[in-house]
């Protein structure tokens, strides 16, 4: 796999006089010269959208890789793949079987393309209370009772890098004639190591996106989708991948995918190999820490588990205190932190010192704190709220903005939820009740922003008439 990024830079140093975007003209001057390889669609460079003959050969070769009929790079992030790819998988009016834990985008594909959300909520993980998998039976149960079902949508691995029976969910997916879209934005990993949980596209997924940039050596908004089978229309596909995506892509973010794939095919088997190592050391030196709770799947009832996700807490401890210490007194920062635990992200970028200082940190942490007599993790959760209305159908009524006191039976106007991950608490067209303004006011209280209740405001329907 050839580095497109010669390309651009070659092109960017050259003496040609730029009489065309982008508007800082490559001048040396410009972020440190950084900008002298952001370029745009010229002779020696290439469309996204209408290929030549460098980025087809790197998407066959990435498809190549990955196992996958066709690999489509994507400058938009993840977002951008699971917009198109619910646009392709279902039509205007059809039903969407969707996970409750849901990234907020795949909320936004139903609100845009007036699909009606039919939910699979995940039981929660003891004791740390995350996000466990989707339930097969839960999906099987779900299309049997609704034949308006026309896609189905989970995310796997979740946030804290909980996997679902995949391979189970597809072949019930299937049986029903719906194609399976997964979520694995946080797995782009998995493929390149036995010491991962399975890939979902080898487990029969139809549509799999992935972000490049979580979890590869790539720049932030990069990412993937890889497309298995003859379930999904293609054209469909191709001109949705259009409308979400910049129609000026940036060859920086293009460079950057192309060079993570030739890096993993070339040298990610040894990068991994090694990272492994040094993840496996970290883990057992995290579980020895006195009433410290480290998720992985010995401790939990899960069908696999991504060990790269460092997600743990100290008992008597908030998510948001240990992120702070972690941050004030070690300079570590972490990727998030949740009421009851925090999230730390590793890669095989991560050298064997990086491990060891963050082990290390931990170690020190735990000694400075005392110990607590709380035993249980607070868990952000609610019961599922009645839907009175489509998310589409909500976001046209009018709006009104009141206090959350004032909330409770009222009609939530826009998506609420926690972020990270952007898992919603309540869908806009969703009734709010009481236990979700009593989950709503815990997070404030533990200093985390949830989204769509900002300074203790909640927008809601103004004409409630459904």
């Not at 899960?302 to 941050?327: C, E, N, P, W």
Request: glycine content about 8%; some cysteine.
């Amino acid at each position: 796999m050839r580095s497109y990024f010669d390309l651009i830079r070659q092109y960017g140093n050259s003496d040609l006089l730029p009489m065309h975007m982008p508007g800082h003209k490559r001048k040396a001057g410009f972020l440190g010269g950084f900008g002298r390889c952001d370029v745009t669609e010229t002779v020696g460079t290439e469309d996204l959208h209408h290929p030549g003959a460098f980025l087809r050969e790197a998407m066959a070769e990435a498809a190549a890789l990955r196992g996958s009929d066709e690999t489509y790079f994507l400058v938009n992030g993840s977002t951008a793949g699971i917009l198109s790819a619910v646009t392709a998988a279902a039509d205007p009016g059809d039903s969407l079987l969707l996970a409750r834990n849901c990234h907020k985008s795949a909320l936004n594909a139903v609100t845009i393309h007036r699909l009606n959300p039919v939910w699979i909520v995940p039981g929660k993980i003891s004791p740390l209370r995350v996000d466990g998998g989707v339930d097969p039976a839960d999906v099987e149960a779900a299309l049997t009772k609704d034949a308006s079902i026309k896609a189905a949508l989970i995310v796997s691995p979740t946030y804290e890098g909980v996997v679902s029976d995949v391979a189970a969910i597809a072949e019930i997916v299937h049986r029903h004639n719906i194609p399976l879209i997964v979520d694995a934005a946080h797995g782009a990993h998995f493929p390149f190591s036995d010491g991962f949980p399975a890939d979902p596209l080898r487990c029969g997924a139809d549509i799999v996106i992935e972000s490049l940039h979580k979890t590869l050596p790539s720049l932030t908004q990069t990412a993937a989708l890889h497309l298995r089978g003859s379930m999904i229309p293609r054209d469909r596909l191709r001109f949705a991948l259009q409308a979400f995506q910049s129609s000026s892509p940036s060859h920086l973010l293009l460079a950057s995918a192309v060079e993570c794939f030739r890096i993993m095919e070339t040298d990610g088997a040894r990068q991994t190999e090694r990272f492994l190592r040094s993840l496996t050391e970290l883990r057992n030196a995290v579980k020895g820490l006195g009433e410290c709770v480290l998720l992985d799947k010995d401790s939990a009832a899960m069908t696999a588990y991504d060990t790269s996700k460092i997600v743990l807490g100290f008992r008597g401890y908030s998510g948001g205190a240990l992120h702070q210490a972690l941050r004030r007194d070690f300079r570590v920062e972490i990727e998030m932190s949740a009421p009851g635990y925090i999230v730390a992200m590793t890669t095989l970028y991560d050298s064997d010192e990086d491990l060891f200082r963050f082990g290390s940190a931990l170690k020190k942490l735990r000694r400075a704190l005392p110990f607590r007599g709380e035993r249980a993790f607070p868990a952000v959760t609610a019961e599922l709220p009645e839907k009175v209305m489509l998310p589409a159908e909500a976001l046209i009524r009018k709006k009104e903005t009141v206090p959350l006191k004032e909330a409770e039976g009222r009609i939530a106007g826009e998506t609420i939820y926690l972020y990270p991950p952007g898992s919603p608490l309540a869908a806009a067209g969703e009734r709010i009740g009481p236990e979700l303004i009593s989950v709503i006011r815990r997070c404030e209280e533990r200093g985390f922003t949830v989204r769509g209740a900002e300074k203790g405001r909640l927008s809601v329907l103004r004409d409630e008439r459904a």
